[in-house]
């Protein structure tokens, strides 16, 4: 049910589902009433099969000639007739609340509908839900579009990239890397399913049951029912209303024998490994990855073998914490800086490094001591 947005002042019971005739017809009035606004207005596919809806989800760019930056939230709310709005500025969500006008479903075969609904709503006031996404260009409409589009096709394909070591979103494909942040692999979607070996073909003619969605998104060649999971670690909870997603995990669980193919069998492990390493080598982030790699040994290496803690013990400086600094400085400065220091401990070990460290503090007059500078 729509309305959540609006709980503080208003009762869940304000916001009834819609019937997919006044879902249909909710929708052609409202897309040309904001296309005034923005050049580029639509709504996500609708998953198949739905019986009812919540709301209405519109996706805007690119305000139109003459409103500049931003398109006054006033000028949004007058147009579409809302009473109340929650109104976010930048590249959010807002959400209005449109009055249904009494008898507005007769016309579309639901006037019973409509009368049972106000019968349990106060003072027989009830209301659309209208969330308007604004992004923040075409490429996050389209990216945005894609994910959210038939129903939870979107998590789904996120779930599945889960079980194959990668995670997929709203703003593309990363790569996991804990500790470490995700490597950013790509954030286009036409790019992701030709990875996954998915037919955009296929999607773009559309599914009528959800069985056909489920059976799309299994194709990717990367799918392995066998060591499929939805939840542990690295898995995200997925809240109980997202049906569709839930419906999918069963569905999948109970084809597992008898309909789906198993790939040959290697460790979960492995799998990810070499799917990881196809994906590196398809978005040409091979070589990105494994600088960073080496720039995380590197620093680990030089706080192992090249610390003010290190140092302080090689010098006997105790709390002289100026002069550790000036020898440091001054080893980074003779070996050509970190790089440098890295290859003289490569060539001489950390011994090696401790003995010059105590040449330049011979070089730079600095004397040992146990105290303070």
Request: net charge positive; proline share 5%.
């Amino acid at each position: 049910m729509g309305g959540s947005a609006f709980s503080a002042i208003l009762a869940a019971s304000a916001f009834p589902r819609l019937p997919p005739a006044v879902y249909q017809a909710l929708k052609a009035k409202m897309i040309p009433k904001i296309s005034q606004f923005y050049t580029c207005v639509g709504v996500p596919l609708e998953a198949p099969e739905k019986l009812d809806y919540g709301d209405l989800d519109l996706l805007v760019t690119i305000p139109a000639p003459g409103f500049g930056a931003a398109v006054p939230h006033d000028a949004i709310r007058k147009a579409i007739g809302a009473k109340y709005a929650n109104e976010m500025e930048g590249n959010r969500t807002s959400n209005y609340a449109v009055p249904i006008r009494v008898g507005e479903w007769g016309s579309l075969g639901h006037g019973t509908d409509e009368k049972e609904k106000r019968a349990i709503a106060d003072n027989g006031e009830i209301y659309y839900q209208v969330d308007i996404h604004n992004c923040i260009d075409k490429a996050e409409y389209s990216r945005v579009s894609f994910f959210n589009s038939y129903g939870d096709l979107g998590m789904i394909l996120g779930l599945i990239a889960r079980n194959s070591g990668l995670a997929l979103g709203v703003k593309g494909l990363k790569l996991p890397n804990p500790p470490n942040p995700p490597l950013h692999l790509t954030d286009s979607f036409d790019d992701i399913t030709s990875f996954f070996g998915l037919s955009l073909q296929t999607y773009n003619k559309g599914f009528k049951t959800k069985k056909e969605v489920y059976e799309w998104a299994v194709s990717t060649k990367y799918f392995d029912p066998a060591q499929f999971r939805s939840s542990g670690l690295g898995f995200t909870k997925v809240k109980p209303q997202r049906t569709m997603y839930s419906d999918f995990v069963t569905w999948v669980e109970m084809s597992n024998a008898s309909h789906l193919p198993n790939k040959p069998r290697i460790s979960r492990e492995c799998r990810h490994a070499k799917v990881r390493e196809e994906a590196l080598i398809y978005f040409n982030k091979k070589q990105e990855f494994e600088a960073l790699s080496k720039a995380r040994s590197d620093r680990s290496r030089l706080k192992e073998s090249f610390s003010g803690s290190l140092v302080r013990d090689w010098t006997k400086l105790g709390e002289c914490g100026k002069g550790v600094k000036l020898i440091m400085d001054e080893v980074r400065r003779r070996l050509g800086g970190e790089d440098g220091v890295l290859e003289y401990l490569d060539k001489h070990g950390e011994d090696g490094v401790k003995k010059f460290v105590r040449e330049v503090q011979v070089d730079l007059g600095i004397q040992s001591n146990a105290g303070r500078c």
